[in-house]
């Protein structure tokens, strides 16, 4: 069963304006949520997390926020950048492992 | 410093031929973990380490798939017999102890991409 999904597979937004990339989960037992960014020939690189105690988190650009009843998480990205085009992952962890989504390739066109 | 190192970064094989994997950790680190990304899919656990024991093994695929990690350091994912099924490519990550909420960030190597011919 896919525990974590992601269920848009690809996003294409203008230079300047918001990428929202959305994530759904179905373990209750994840207390921790990631985002991670992942460039072509590239291992996953983190981005931003949230502990399920908060409901938002903030990094520069860079925006999660957390719906524990609706198990749902999105990643907002103001202002995109062309060179935040990439596959973007969520992952979720309730220990060591984290479990994975899909993905969503995200272009951002100049 | 350096970042978690894999090699060989393609690896071509037969089908039924044995292969091994090895990745280098980022100094320090004492956990280590294996995915596989097969295409159009998001990295799928396998096994984690903590020093030079195997705490997690549970998403091994099957007894074709083993992995080691004897000096606690560098570690090796060994595939018998493989299978086209078994061509992805694997990534490793480590991380240090303790972190935020107990969770510790994972670092990823750029993996090696195995094809089963």
């Known amino acids: 069963d896919q525990q974590v999904k992601q269920n848009s597979p690809s996003l294409s937004v203008q230079e300047g304006r918001i990428s929202i990339l959305n994530c759904d989960y179905t373990?209750?037992?994840?207390?921790?949520f990631l985002w991670y960014k992942k460039y072509p020939a590239e291992g996953p690189t983190f981005l931003i997390s949230i502990s399920s105690i908060k409901d938002k988190n903030e990094d520069g650009r860079f925006t999660v926020f957390l719906n524990k009843s609706a198990k749902h998480l999105s990643l907002h990205i103001v202002p995109s950048q062309p060179g935040d085009s990439a596959v973007y992952f969520c992952a979720a962890t309730s220990g060591s492992r984290l479990t994975f989504g899909e993905g969503t390739q995200l272009t951002v066109n100049p | 410093g350096a970042g978690v190192s894999q090699t060989p970064s393609n690896k071509v094989t037969e089908k039924g031929k044995y292969v091994e994997l090895r990745c280098d950790p980022i100094s320090g680190h004492t956990a280590l973990y294996w995915y596989r990304q097969s295409l159009g899919q998001g990295p799928e656990f396998l096994i984690y380490f903590q020093g030079t024991g195997a705490a997690d093994d549970s998403g091994l695929p099957n007894d074709r798939f083993f992995a080691v990690r004897p000096e606690g350091s560098v570690s090796t994912l060994k595939i018998q017999r493989t299978e086209r099924g078994d061509s992805a490519v694997y990534l490793c990550?480590?991380?240090?102890?303790?972190?935020?909420?107990?969770?510790?960030?994972?670092?990823f190597g750029p993996g090696t991409r195995l094809t089963v011919l």
């Open positions: 990550a480590s991380s240090q102890p303790g972190g935020p909420y107990g969770y510790n960030e994972q670092f």
């Open positions: 373990n209750s037992m994840f207390d921790y």
